[in-house]
């Protein structure tokens, strides 16, 4: 129990920290592709409290940047549990 507790935690400080620094950017960056550009957002610039991105019309910046951090924390935490007790985790 004490394992997969560490194994979410970490897991969750690890995709808050990529989020913040280079994720959103290459989820909603400017595109040229598949994958949006990593330096269009990297660690949260020219993220306005007060405006709205394009693509989220009326919804703030930084509330957009948070609902969305959401999915990419609770992803590992969803792997984790699906290989629980599998793996040692020291």
């Known amino acids: 129990v004490l394992t997969m507790m560490m194994q979410s935690f ?35 610039r020219d993220v306005n409290v007060q405006e709205s991105f394009p693509f989220a019309d009326g919804i703030p910046g930084l509330l957009f940047v948070a609902y969305q951090g959401m999915f990419a924390v609770i992803t ?15």
Do not use: N, Q
Not at 12 to 37: D, K, N, Q, R, T
Not at 76 to 90: E, H, S
């Open 76 to 90: 590992p935490a969803l792997m984790t549990g699906a290989f629980a007790d599998r793996f040692r985790f020291k």
């Open 10 to 44: 970490v897991s969750m400080g690890v995709a808050s920290i990529v989020w913040y620094i280079v994720g959103f950017s290459l989820c909603f960056g400017e595109s040229g592709g598949f994958m949006g550009s990593p330096a269009t957002y990297v660690a949260m």
